[in-house]
């Protein structure tokens, strides 16, 4: 769930409590407010017509005026009491209205009065307001007031979900999409939110730091294989020299060529090493068309010897294909997997090279795998002793498909490994 | 015949003069670009051994200079750095050949015999040893007067001996000569073997010596 839809939905949430609640509270009041002002003026009114009435004491049939009177007027009953009622008395009843053809609440202020002596008793009557109808409006009012806050905030929402927090999931964007080998930067836009331009800054510094690590990491794998390549030849020289010492022992000479197999495996090691840095450094970005048919031919055959040596066959099969990459980094490729195949066949066994469609397939006869299979392609990873193999072959084969994005894939069926590569 | 080596490195300048000294070659030094330009001004040599990536300034600039005055000195490139582009620029530049750090030193001497024979005899480019001569432009082998039919392996196999006769070629040396990088396959080095073998066995069948000596589980040297 989004922050703002949380921050919304409790906001929402209040608002709701505090609507219904809000309804019975203001019906109550209002209707306290409105009985106390119908009192205070039914007070008013009975004063002053009792007031009013004593003017006339002087007439003499005012009790047969009265009489009249009262069943003239409407909302005031003036009737002769026998004195029970001593003080005023309100009281709240309905009764029939026939030009509505409904029942009207009303409110009653009953007050004995003495004219001329008589006891009479008093009633004002005042109309109250239907208590559903004013529940109805209530309700209506409230609900309308509810619609609008809910719709107000949603659209509130949407337009700061998009304009407010636009340069956060901006920055979310970017950093999902970072990766470390590519060489790119995260591009931060200014906000006036101190929040985001903190943020933005931090995730800046922090990505520039690790990058400029990498980079420095890249930098140190380059130039310590550059360095170690003098080393290593002023090694093999010196070894070379020592051969030509005349009276040369046999345990002597063994010693100079076990030096020396270690010299060449070192410098092998230190090439892969800086192929892959140059990989990772993107050195190899010029291509070309490649028939790749033919090159697959033409590595194969020089292989072929080799392979013979361990009564190794070599079938191929290649449909044409053409595909437009580097050829430093095919020619590797190719060599390398083909090697791999090579190495990893027992004896009398087989390599079979494909090209069909878009893919190159290289399987070759060999034991069950010891290693996991997904350790394969990593650095230094190698399956049995590996006297002669760099444990890099395989990751640089990686690292080309990876590069060049290839799909690269290893399965092992009944005693083939299969190694395909989809251009 | 005069090489300059151009090379900052002071043990593999050693090593490098000891041997082709030995080889029979005059061997000038210069540590620095500013030593080899002035020495290439004032000498013409048979060969100069170029490292790139000298402490005062590229090798690349070396060469323009060179070619600047047209000296015809054969050039091969040394590099620590085995980049395509650096390959290309120098042989762009006029350089013979080019070769990756670490070499095997019988490799730098047979890339410089073939500088030299290159610059030196145009059109008539023939080794002799004893009774085998090599035409390396029609890339037959004579013994005697018997013609010796030899696969390419084989021939490359004699030429690289006959480039470093007189002296001991480790196994390793042949088989990066001979593979380049599929060497690395080659663990048992059946695999020179069966070509020397077949080399030595075709050379005595056409009445040649038996030259080529095996040096305990070494190598092998091509000596009279």
């Given at each position: 769930m989004r922050l703002l839809q949380v921050s919304l939905r409790s906001m929402l949430l209040y608002a709701l409590v505090l609507v219904l609640v809000s309804i019975p509270v203001s019906l109550f009041s209002i209707r306290e407010i409105i009985n106390e002002e119908v009192d205070e003026s039914l007070a008013l009114h009975a004063d002053q017509f009792a007031r009013h009435i004593k003017?006339?004491?002087?007439?003499?049939d005012l009790d047969l005026d009265l009489r009249i009177w009262d069943q003239l007027s409407y909302d005031i009953v003036l009737e002769p009491s026998k004195?029970?009622?001593?003080d005023k008395q309100y009281k709240t009843g309905s009764m029939y209205?026939?030009?509505?053809q409904e029942m009207h609440p009303f409110r009653a202020l009953s007050l004995p009065v003495v004219i001329k002596g008589k006891p009479y008793l008093l009633t004002v009557y005042h109309s109250l307001v239907d208590n559903d109808e004013l529940i109805t409006a209530l309700l209506i009012v409230q609900a309308i007031l509810i619609l609008l806050l809910v719709s107000g905030l949603l659209l509130l929402n949407r337009a700061l979900s998009k304009k407010l927090w636009e340069p956060f999931y901006s920055t979310l964007e970017q950093l999902k999409a970072y990766?470390?080998?590519?060489n790119e930067t995260i591009s931060t836009q200014k906000t006036n939110i101190t929040e985001f331009d903190d943020l933005n800054k931090t995730v800046g510094h922090l990505t520039e730091r690790n990058r400029q690590v990498f980079l420095q990491q890249k930098e140190f794998i380059e130039n310590a294989s550059h360095e170690l390549q003098t080393p290593i030849s002023i090694f093999q020289s010196k070894l070379d020299n020592l051969m030509q010492?005349?009276?040369?022992t046999e345990a002597g000479a063994a010693t100079i060529l076990d030096l020396e197999e270690a010299a060449q495996r070192m410098a092998r090691l230190n090439k892969n090493l800086l192929l892959l840095s140059k990989i990772d450094n993107d050195q190899f970005n010029h291509a070309e068309e490649i028939d790749l048919s033919k090159l697959a031919e033409g590595l194969l055959s020089n292989l072929r010897p080799m392979a013979d040596l361990d009564v190794i066959s070599i079938e191929s099969s290649f449909a044409p294909l053409s595909i437009k990459a580097n050829l430093t980094l095919i020619e590797v490729l190719l060599t390398n997997l083909f090697h791999n195949a090579i190495r990893h066949t027992t004896p009398n066994g087989k390599v079979v090279v494909e090209i069909v469609d878009r893919k190159l397939i290289v399987s070759n006869t060999g034991n069950?795998?010891?290693?996991n299979p997904d350790k394969m392609?990593?650095?230094f990873s190698r399956e049995g002793?590996?006297?002669?193999?760099?444990?890099?072959g395989l990751a640089i084969v990686k690292k080309i498909c990876d590069t060049s994005s290839f799909g690269l894939d290893y399965s092992f069926h009944s005693g083939i490994h299969t190694f395909s590569v989809l251009f | 015949m005069k090489l300059l080596i151009i090379e900052d490195e002071k043990q593999l300048v050693k090593s490098m003069a000891q041997f082709l000294r030995q080889e029979g070659y005059v061997c000038e030094i210069a540590y620095t670009a500013s030593e080899a330009n002035e020495k290439i001004l004032l000498f013409d040599y048979d060969c100069i051994l170029l490292d790139i990536s000298l402490p005062d300034g590229n090798g690349l600039k070396i060469l323009e200079k060179l070619r600047e005055k047209n000296k015809a000195d054969g050039v091969i490139m040394i590099t620590a750095k085995n980049s395509l582009d650096d390959r290309v620029k120098g042989l762009n530049l006029g350089a013979d050949d080019y070769l990756p750090k670490p070499f095997f030193m019988p490799e730098l001497n047979a890339r410089i015999s073939a500088v030299v024979r290159r610059k030196r005899f145009d059109g008539n480019n023939k080794i002799a040893f004893q009774e085998i001569t090599v035409d390396?432009?029609?890339?037959t082998v004579m013994v005697s007067d018997t013609e010796v039919e030899l696969t390419r392996k084989e021939y490359d196999l004699l030429i690289f001996l006959l480039a470093n006769k007189n002296r001991v070629v480790s196994k390793n040396a042949i088989a990066e000569h001979l593979s380049g990088d599929d060497?690395?396959?080659?663990?048992?080095?059946d695999f020179i073997y069966s070509h020397m073998k077949n080399l030595k066995k075709k050379l005595t069948e056409a009445g040649?010596?038996?030259y080529i000596k095996t040096v305990y589980g070494l190598g092998y040297k091509l000596t009279t």
């Open positions: 003017n006339y004491e002087y007439l003499d004195g029970e009622l001593t209205d026939s030009l509505e990766e470390l080998d590519k010492i005349q009276g040369l069950p795998l010891k290693m392609f990593d650095r002793n590996g006297e002669n193999s760099s444990g890099l | 390396l432009l029609a890339k060497a690395e396959l080659l663990d048992k080095f040649c010596e038996d």
